[in-house]
T-cell receptor, first 117, second 112 residues
């Protein structure tokens, strides 16, 4: 079965500090995409960053970057200079092409990030 | 830019009633997905449509059905509602694979 594991149910970080959220996944596919989504208290699901599995270079979006280790099937998210607005539930997810030809997104169980002022 | 529109935002139904949730994807996106997120849970995939045809099915109860119409909007129909159906229901759409998924704001269904 394809699975996504986030081993840290909760994390906290001091404002302006750096925090890393862990994610591992298990798939037999070689062609897939990885994502981090953020879900603030508003419950809106917001895309933070994405990574193509065939790319070795780690994706970066402003203060957000990933450490993608394909052999280890690890996809961690680093948030630099944490801000109060970063407080949210963070979901790791991956997408593979289903038998029907379209994508299927599978989520991890989430990590709740608290920012300490 | 246009986003994924879901309606209604909130819905309260009694047990055994029927509910219909609507989703309007981003224009030119050809795939629509439905997810169910229970309290404190991660989103669970229900069903997807590609070019108006059902393309994949997840853990969707037989009491639920969905379809995608000619204008690409999708509806999720839920019958014989149970208390356990209370959840946030997300719709997402995608076009190009690299773009990932754009989620709507969700419909919060409460069954009483």
């Amino acid at each position: 079965a394809q699975t996504v594991t986030q081993s840290q149910p909760e994390m906290s970080v001091q404002e302006a500090e750096t925090v890393t959220l862990s994610c591992t996944y298990d798939t037999s596919e070689s062609d897939y995409y990885l994502f981090w989504y953020k879900q603030p208290p508003s419950r809106q699901m917001i895309l933070v960053i994405r990574q193509e599995a065939y790319k070795q270079q780690n994706a970066t979006e402003n203060r957000f970057s990933v450490n993608f280790q394909k052999a280890a099937k690890s996809f961690s998210l680093k948030i630099s200079d944490s801000q109060l607005g970063d407080a949210a539930m963070y979901f790791c997810a991956y997408s593979i092409r289903s038998n029907f030809g379209n994508e299927k997104l599978t989520f991890g169980t989430g990590t709740r990030l608290t920012i300490i002022p | 830019a246009a986003g994924v529109i879901q309606s209604p935002r909130h819905l309260i139904k009694e047990k055994r009633e029927t509910a219909t949730l609507k989703c309007y994807p981003i224009p030119r996106h050809d795939t629509v997905y439905w997810y169910q997120q229970g309290p404190g849970q991660d989103p669970q995939f229900l069903i997807s449509f590609y070019e108006k045809m059902q393309s994949d099915k997840g853990s969707i109860p037989d009491r639920f059905s969905a379809q995608q119409f000619s204008d690409y909007h999708s509806e999720l129909n839920m019958s014989s509602l149970e208390l356990g159906d209370s959840a946030l229901y997300f719709c997402a759409s995608s076009g190009d694979r690299l773009d990932g998924y754009t989620f709507g704001s969700g419909t919060r269904l409460t069954v009483v």
